[in-house]
Nanobody, 119 residues
Framework: QVQLVESGGGLVQPGGALRLSCAAS????????MGWYRQAPGKQRELVAT???????NYADSVKGRFTISRENAKNTVYLQMNDLKPEDTAIYYC?????????????WGQGTQVTVSS
């Protein structure tokens, strides 16, 4: 069982930036591919980005060039740096974990953190 705890959400103006963090409770963090999903009201859940340990990152087309996923294996933590935020990025963001190789939907989910982009 892996517990995931997100932090870093909040309210930001359009064009602003936020960094989400997710701490994972596992002794084999390197064995997991980490991912971020988001879900906006009335919309389907969307896979935002994934990062395996030592592999290639992947991004949804809607966030390419603006979001960056990264991880610190020594801290069991994954990050999502979000720049040039737009109102359509408003959603609950969920940290997820799946033993590599990635499979959707992943096995483990955090509780979610709200990101609101509004002036």
């Amino acid at each position: 069982q892996v517990q995931l705890v997100e932090s870093g959400g909040g309210l930001v103006q359009p064009g602003g930036a936020l960094r989400l963090s997710c701490a994972a409770s596992t002794s084999i963090f390197r064995a997991y591919t980490m991912g971020w999903y988001r879900q906006a009201p009335g919309k389907q859940r969307e896979l935002v980005a994934t990062i395996p340990s030592g592999g290639t990152t992947n991004y949804a087309d809607s966030v390419k060039g603006r979001f960056t996923i990264s991880r610190e294996n020594a801290k069991n933590t994954v990050y999502l740096q979000m720049n040039d935020l737009k109102p359509e990025d408003t959603a609950i963001y969920y940290c997820t974990a799946q033993l590599t190789p990635w499979r959707s939907p992943p096995n483990y989910w955090g509780q979610g953190t709200q990101v609101t982009v509004s002036s």
